[in-house]
């Protein structure tokens, strides 16, 4: 494809709501995207604080040894640890609560599979 009509076609996306375009034949292909057109919607206000995944890995709800924290109804402090995120290296990454508040809501349970950012859980901060 010649750097012509690689424009034609750059033109052509951003009279779209498309952020992104790939395309192959054969040996040939082209990717193109467009970061500015990405949706930006304002996050609603909220009473609650999402604890994320601060990475890759399995949820444990305490590292061994030690005993669960986070339980739903429960008062925590900011920085106390509310689970771990083991990586598959062996490393125990701790999930640690944003802000002082109550356990609202649990959404993973021991032993599951957690991405990167993901919400473990919410917190009604105090």
Do not use: H, N
């Not at 356990?103 to 950012?117: M, R, S």
């Amino acid at each position: 494809m010649t750097s012509e009509q690689l424009k034609d076609v750059l033109a052509w996306i951003k009279t779209t709501d498309l952020v992104e375009v790939q395309y192959k034949r054969g040996g040939d292909g082209f990717s193109l995207s467009r970061a500015e057109a990405a949706p930006r919607y304002p996050i609603p206000a909220s009473r609650f604080a999402a604890v994320t995944s601060p990475g890759v890995g399995l949820f444990q709800w305490s590292a061994l040894g030690k005993a669960r924290s986070a339980e739903e109804g429960r008062e925590v402090s900011e920085g106390e640890t509310l689970g771990v995120i083991e990586e598959a290296k062996g490393q125990a990454i701790p999930v640690k609560a944003p802000c002082a508040g109550r356990v609202a809501k649990i959404f993973i349970e021991g032993g599951a599979p957690a991405e990167y950012g993901q919400a473990l859980l919410f917190l009604e901060p105090r």
